[in-house]
């Protein structure tokens, strides 16, 4: 056997185990295997393997016989030594995790996963959580037609647990490699140029900076949660300068005619409310998220759109499709908003409208 071949072997029987196989050369050109246990190194008694470039079935029993034997001995003192919070319910455990998180959203993705995993497994011991568990969890939602989207969400923050719960000794490492399943890009939910003059003239009386936000996104292509955090001190020389909060980037954000007077305006509204607009006074006050949703359907709606096609945040898809249905390329689309890969772009450039479809294949000679 090649030492190359046996080194793979052992890695990989090492990923997800306590108690690590190793091999030590001997004189003669010949591995002994053994354990490591207990800060100490065990015989498995075993005959040596030969290192040659021979292929030999026997070596290859032998490797598999010595991991037969780790995992037998791993087991045994799993079972001797397992602890109480091994042994614990798995919904005392996912409570404590999801009282970890600082943040509301966290904790509330957290309790849609902790409901969903304990539908599909029950009120399980934590220490018994393995990678079947997940994958039956998975299984019961693909069953009710749930979006594949919104599996790996869940998916995802089981893993997490996971990885949280075995840090603090409550389960054993489990193996979630290649677990997830693809990522589905879906419709892009866009607005069309009729659709905006409709809501450009409509005004959202409660929170107008409700409108201004949304219109912002649609004039600079900018991400919805990044644009209500923009100071005063961020415009300088008809550009928006600041860091880009998904990846810390520094970026600048070139503003047309359209969105220099959203800003002028939101400037003059401040300072009509006796605020400062100063360099950390944010441009931008806007109700708490709910109510934002809120106030933005009541603009739909009087604006005569439907109300539950769009929402906030599609301000930044409706500006993308717009930029791609005028002509601009890829490249420079992808530069606008800020996108680190590609392949999120071009999401945009294969729903595009109809008429440009028309249009192209118009273009096409007679042979």
């Known amino acids: 056997m090649r030492i190359e071949v046996l080194k793979k072997l052992i890695k990989g029987a090492n990923q997800f185990s306590r108690i690590k196989l190793y091999a030590k050369k001997s004189t003669g050109g010949k591995i002994n295997l053994w354990v490591y246990k207990n800060y100490e190194r065990k015989s498995l008694k075993l005959l040596p393997i030969q290192i ?3 292929i030999m079935q026997e070596e290859y029993a032998l490797v598999k016989k010595a991991i037969d034997i780790r995992n037998s001995m791993e087991a045994i003192e799993g079972d001797s030594v397992m602890s109480m919070a091994k042994k614990l319910p798995v919904s005392i455990v996912l409570e404590e995790w999801i009282n970890h998180y600082t943040f509301i959203h966290s904790k509330n993705g957290a309790k849609l996963a902790k409901t969903k995993f304990l539908k599909a497994n029950d009120d399980i011991p934590v220490g018994s959580v393995n990678r079947k568990s997940i994958i039956k969890m998975m299984d019961m ?10 599996v790996r969400n869940i998916a995802s923050r089981i893993r997490a647990f996971c990885n949280w719960a075995e840090q603090r000794g409550y389960m054993n490492a489990v193996d979630t490699r290649k677990l997830l399943p693809p990522e589905q890009f879906g419709e892009v939910r866009a607005l069309n140029e009729k659709e905006l003059r409709q809501l450009a003239a409509t005004p959202c009386k409660k929170f107008p900076d409700i409108k201004d936000l949304f219109m912002l996104g649609v004039y ?4 919805l949660g990044e644009m209500k955090n923009y100071t005063f001190a961020m415009l300088y020389n008809k550009e928006i300068r600041t860091r880009q909060g998904k990846t810390g980037k520094f970026i600048k954000i070139p503003l047309s005619k359209n969105a220099l007077n959203i800003m002028r305006e939101l400037k003059a509204r401040r300072e009509s409310e006796g605020l400062n607009t100063g360099e950390k006074d944010k441009m931008f006050r806007l109700p708490a998220n709910m109510h934002i949703y809120r106030h933005f359907k009541k603009w739909l709606e009087a604006a005569g759109l439907d109300r539950n096609r769009i929402t906030p945040y599609n301000s930044r898809s409706t ?3 717009l930029l791609i249905n005028k002509g601009v390329p890829e490249a420079v689309t992808q530069e606008l ?4 890969d590609p392949r999120v772009t071009a999401r945009y450039y294969r729903q595009i409208d109809d008429s440009k479809k028309r249009a192209a294949v118009n273009l096409i000679p007679s042979f």
């Open 52 to 54: 040659n470039n021979k």
């Open 220 to 223: 600079t292509a900018q991400r």
């Open 319 to 321: 500006a993308i499709s």
């Open 337 to 340: 908003a800020n996108h680190a």
């Open 141 to 150: 939602m693909r069953k009710q037609n749930v979006h594949t989207n919104y």
